[in-house]
């Protein structure tokens, strides 16, 4: 009876080991060319506000659909700096994608230069990674890569830094947030304190995040994950469930064949974890309808 435990003890944890690998999160690459801002589909002028004139630099982030959801002005007038983000706000780029279809958040940056009638929008000189990109240190995504206890304590220090800035943005702590989950869940294994962290992030989205983002749907698909190990089977199902319809409809509307046939990879890997979970609750009936629903 004791090897038997000891047997299932195993499993359960090999078990929980895949499921963390195969979590996604959203890679992050720049882009700082003019070529790159010109091939915005929707590019909101800038609205000079009275009399003032200068320049603004602007940092922004996409998502992966090509939304911008993160803008922060870094030089310029204050009195300017609100008239470009609140345009940049509304830009829109087409999906783009790095291998055989893994979508990516793209960091960026422009000057709007306010002396000009219309305001010009202009790529700016090289930045630095810690300009652009705030806070954020490269060796706690390299800890979602690969093994390293050690990113950790790097996430933490990460929040922490994002959350004492007062320029960050909700996107910006949203993904501190949930990388720090990440990795309390694959170094610390304290799903307890993940989940929280998750649920931080998913109160963050509403705003910049629609429900057909993937982005959306990785944060619950996170959720569900650290629940499950936590033992909240009950709410673990809520959150599969609605990662699973949130991957469905940003495979609908992604525009891009490659990027939806990655989510649809994607929504498989969910369905199947959802089913497990469902199965090792003795619902059969309700995992079956689960993969029949889907397609898996």
Not at 11 to 28: C, E, G, I
Not at 47 to 69: C, D, K, N
Not at 120 to 129: D, V
Request: proline share 6%.
């Amino acid at each position: 009876m004791r090897t038997l435990q000891i047997i299932l003890m195993t499993l359960a944890q090999v078990l929980s080991s895949s499921n963390l690998q195969q979590l996604p999160y959203s890679r992050r690459v720049f882009m700082l060319t003019n070529q790159f801002l010109e091939r915005a589909a929707v590019k909101t002028a800038p609205v000079t506000p009275g009399a003032a004139y200068g320049s603004v630099l602007v940092i922004f982030w996409t998502s992966e659909r090509g939304a911008v959801v993160s803008a922060r002005a870094i030089e310029g007038p204050p009195e300017l700096q609100r008239a470009a983000i609140d345009a940049i706000a509304q830009w829109k780029f087409s999906a783009s994608s790095i291998g055989v279809g893994q979508p990516v958040q793209i960091g960026s940056a422009t000057i709007i230069d306010f002396s000009k009638t219309p305001p010009a929008i202009l790529a700016p000189k090289p930045l630095t990674a810690a300009q652009l990109n705030p806070g954020f240190q490269f060796k706690c995504f390299e800890g979602l890569l690969r093994r390293d206890p050690s990113s950790v304590d790097v996430c933490r220090q990460q929040l922490t830094a994002v959350e004492r800035d007062p320029k960050s943005s909700p996107m910006d702590r949203f993904t501190a947030l949930d990388q720090y989950g990440l990795v309390l869940m694959k170094y610390a294994n304290d799903p307890k304190q993940a989940s929280e962290k998750f649920s931080q992030a998913i109160s963050l989205a509403p705003g910049r995040l629609e429900p057909s983002d993937a982005e959306w749907s990785y944060a619950y698909w996170h959720r569900a994950t650290a629940e499950e190990q936590s033992g909240n089977k009950a709410e673990a199902e809520k959150d599969f469930s609605i990662a699973e319809s949130s991957l469905h409809d940003a495979q609908k509307v992604i525009g891009n064949e490659k990027i939806a046939a990655y989510y649809h990879d994607l929504l498989g890997k969910v369905v199947e974890q959802h089913s497990a979970l469902l199965d090792g609750e003795n619902k059969h009936d309700e995992a079956k309808r689960l993969r029949a629903e889907f397609g898996q």
